[in-house]
């Protein structure tokens, strides 16, 4: 599709599909209904033959539709309906105070990531180690995610985005200041102590994007608020890939100069850890007053009695097309953990005495994945084509490792900086799609509980691929390391195009704003999601599937 020329998707009748949902104003019935006692249902059809005659018309024409390649976008309704008036929402200014200091304290938990792989040469000569160990400085970031994941979630669905925030800023902050304490060749294992607490923080972090932007931000804004969020911790590896360089320059011969200046790394990281801390407990809450759109309006403002997070989990891992997308997710961003881990390696191995350059390359690679990130975000917070998307960054993602990786070993510094910009660009502007993604298709359930499984499989694929490109690269060279990579992104890339593009959250809103209130002909009444009541809907957005 030509940018700019956006079509209105056009619903399909789904009569009696389980996973289709609507909300609805209230009609008179239902307005009469609350005031003698009774529990109305939102979606409820209206009374009425007229509107009934007008809603079969509405049907009919829908199923004249053909269900073929279609992209979904917001309609321009709000304000009251003609039937009544629809559930309040309202959007906060402070979702932007939330939003940055959740950006700025995971931008510094990623520059702790990878603040020793981007200057292994020095922490090898520092502390007396192998390289293999300043790289597990950062694999262990990947390690400590999987199985701390599910009672970072569980925490996240039963106590509330405040207390899982404060938990990753407290940690942070917490590691960042042990750090300070293990500036000395014998202390290794205090600053890896350190970084074994500063990867636990993370756990608290990587999965609350979806979660800000669905709880704080309105339907047109989503996606960019997640970007956003996103965009911190991109910031965060970009100045990881910078500044460590700069303050703390390769001099294997004076080990006292070599410690002043990670001191100096160190106990500047810890200050602005200590503030940003400070900083979350004064902004961060749970959820604004009123809920910024109509599908966080449905749902409960706390989980309900028989909400089951075990049940949650099983819900996910039985919708097929989250299960790919898992897969796909994990090997792209798995393949990004890689290379920012490895980069260091490869540009030194191919290019003498340009650590420096390694830096830039980095802070490079991570600035354009900004730019992507952003542009996908507004991209699909106005076009809503969630599907094509995803499957177009891919394809654009394995080109740009192709190029990368034959283009590295041409002894020309200055191309690589444009292959690794073209690379990031897609590669790391993948990251907000995957998330947005996920919360579609898995609505209602948790955005915590779909981004924690899809950062954890992220992880796990990072570690896999590093380890495994690592001894490639040691082994052969760094083409055959990127080969590995190239492969499983063209892999990736069929798994994406299978996932079928079922948009639950966002159908939420347009019923709201289209005033959809008539119920199937055939099928339930009413469905019940791990204790959430939802009322199917007479059609479905859905976008190609291949």
Same mark, same amino acid.
């Given at each position: ?80 309906? !003609? ?12 979702? =932007? ?16 990531? #990878?603040?020793?792989?981007? #200057? ?10 192998? &390289? ?49 304490? &293990? ?128 049940? %949650? #989990? ?21 393949? =990004? ?17 340009? !650590? ?89 359930? %948790? ?15 990072? #570690? ?19 080969? =590995? ?8 890339? =069929? ?52």
């Amino acid at each position: 599709m030509v940018a700019g020329e956006l079509v209105q998707e056009h619903l399909r009748a789904d009569t009696g599909a389980p996973d289709a949902i609507t909300v609805g104003g209230k009609s008179p019935g239902l307005e009469g209904a609350a005031e003698r006692g009774e529990d109305p249902t939102y979606g409820a059809a209206p009374a009425g033959g007229a509107e009934e005659a007008d809603t079969t018309r509405h049907l009919e024409q829908e199923k004249e539709v053909p269900p073929d390649e279609r992209e979904a976008m917001l309609p321009d309704g709000g304000g009251e309906e !003609e039937d009544g008036k629809k559930l309040e929402t309202r959007l906060y200014r402070r979702r =932007f105070c939330v939003l940055a200091v959740f950006s700025l304290y995971s931008l510094v938990n990623a520059f702790q990531w #990878i603040q020793y792989s981007i #200057i292994t040469n020095v922490f090898t000569g520092y502390y007396h180690v192998t &390289s293999d160990k300043v790289n597990w400085l950062s694999i262990v970031y990947m390690v400590a995610y999987v199985p701390l994941i599910f009672p970072a979630t569980w925490l996240l669905d039963r106590k509330g985005l405040r207390l899982t925030a404060l938990l990753g800023a407290g940690l942070n902050c917490a590691g960042a200041c042990l750090k300070c304490a &293990s500036v000395s060749p014998e202390l290794f294992g205090v600053t890896v102590t350190a970084q074994v607490i500063c990867s636990v923080a993370q756990v608290f972090i990587l999965g609350l994007p979806s979660r800000i932007a669905s709880v704080w931000f309105g339907p047109r804004e989503v996606s960019t608020a997640c970007a956003a969020a996103v965009l911190g911790n991109q910031l965060g590896t970009a100045i990881g890939f910078l500044l460590p360089p700069v303050l703390v320059p390769y001099k294997p011969t004076d080990v006292e100069v070599t410690g002043q200046n990670i001191s100096i790394m160190f106990y500047g990281t810890a200050a602005v850890s200590t503030v940003l801390f400070v900083l979350t407990v004064i902004v961060v809450t749970d959820r604004p007053p009123l809920p910024p759109s109509q599908a966080q309006a449905v749902l409960p403002g706390s989980p309900p009695e028989d909400y089951s997070y075990r049940q %949650s #989990i099983i819900n996910l891992m039985k919708n097929k097309a989250f299960v790919l997308l898992l897969i796909t997710y994990g090997i792209m961003t798995g393949s =990004f953990y890689s290379v920012s881990t490895l980069l260091s390696q490869m540009i030194t191995a191919c290019y003498e005495n340009q !650590e420096l350059n390694a830096g830039r390359i980095g802070l490079t690679l991570v600035l354009a994945g900004m730019v992507g990130s952003i542009l996908c975000g507004l991209w699909l917070d106005h076009t809503k084509t969630y599907k094509m998307t995803t499957l177009t960054v891919y394809g654009l993602s394995f080109l740009g490792m192709l190029v990368f990786t034959f283009t590295l070993d041409l002894k020309n510094i200055e191309l690589v900086f444009f292959t690794a910009g073209v690379l990031g660009f897609f590669m790391t502007g993948y990251l907000p799609l995957g998330f947005e993604f996920g919360v579609e298709i898995t609505y209602p359930e %948790s955005e915590g509980t779909s981004s924690g499984l899809l950062n954890a499989f992220a992880q796990i694929f990072g #570690i896999i691929f590093t380890l495994i490109q690592g001894e490639l690269m040691k082994d052969y060279n760094p083409l055959a390391g990127n080969l =590995f990579l190239c492969a499983w992104i063209f892999l990736g890339i =069929f798994l994406t195009a299978l996932i079928k593009s079922d948009l639950k959250r966002h159908n939420i809103n347009m019923a709201a704003d289209s005033s959809l209130q008539a119920l199937p002909a055939e099928g339930p009444s009413d469905q019940k999601i791990n204790g959430v009541h939802l009322q199917p809907s007479v059609s479905f957005s859905r976008e190609t599937s291949l």
